[in-house]
């Protein structure tokens, strides 16, 4: 074999292991970069959707309209309806801070609030979970598993989920009495009706009128004689036995009235205690009204109560 030809076979074989090597890289690097891909669309969508960091100061007064704008920011980013009632759900600190709005509260920790809507709710750097879909199906499951009673001569609210009672919260009701409402523009039986039903509806915002004359007010004499704002806190609106007759769950502001026969009908709560039941049980939330002078203590006996308040007794 002459050097020539020995020569040439050499350049031939060098180039064949460098085409060799180059295939080699090509192979590995496409792998490489389809893996990228794959990584960025897992990313894209995780199970895991976000931690919104809050970067402003949110007071009461524009609290609904901040919750409004973030449900419709994230909606089409989770694999699920994302409501505010579950979003709140999923970050149980702002009921709490919303809950610790109410006047009396606030009153214990020596302060006097004027303007319930000037409270903060949400402050820069807090943070808000948007829940992942296993999250978020929890959350839904519980809610359709809710369901509220309500023993008017007790004077008791309980929030229940299956059959595990999660709050027990003191009310008023309506008075034993009838009498005429500007608002109705009939004598009206002021009794809290008795049924089964569910929840139709919410006030987020609402306007205060007196049923007795119709006249608007925006302020209130509260239990220590001090006059402040109305507060903003969502009403709960009803329908009983089908039939939707302005029985409200609303707060009051003069808790002294509490496991009292005092209102126009409607049930009144704590202003603390609204914004549990508000985020317990969203629209469709089962309720049952009913006036039972017996029922059961913590040791599961019977106890009879000591007043019929309507008088259904006898």
Known sequence: MTKKLTYTLSLLLLLLISITIAKILEIRTVKKVESTFKAIALFEKPKYVARILITDTIQIAGYFNFM?????????????????????????????????????????????????????????????????????????????????????????????????????LPVRIGQNRSRYLKMGDRITDLRTKTGYGHIVGFRRNPDFYNPVDGKKFEYTRRDDGKTTLMPQIPWIETEINGVRNGQLIHPTTNPKTLEKAYSNGCIGVKEGDAWIIYYHCPIGTPLHIRYDLKSKDSKDSNLLLIKDIYHLDS
């Open 68 to 168: 409004d704008s973030l449900v419709t920011a994230y909606d089409s980013l989770t694999d699920y309806p994302l409501s505010e009632h579950l979003l709140v759900k999923a970050n149980p600190w702002i009921i709490d801070t919303l809950s610790h709005t109410d006047y009396y509260y606030m009153k214990k920790k020596d302060s006097f609030v004027y303007d319930q809507q000037k409270m903060v709710v949400l402050r820069p750097y807090d943070t808000i979970i948007v829940p992942d879909a296993h999250k978020a199906e929890l959350i839904l499951s519980s809610f359709a598993r809710t369901s509220i009673d309500i023993n008017l001569p007790e004077f008791k609210l309980r929030i229940y989920q299956d059959s595990v009672m999660l709050h027990s």
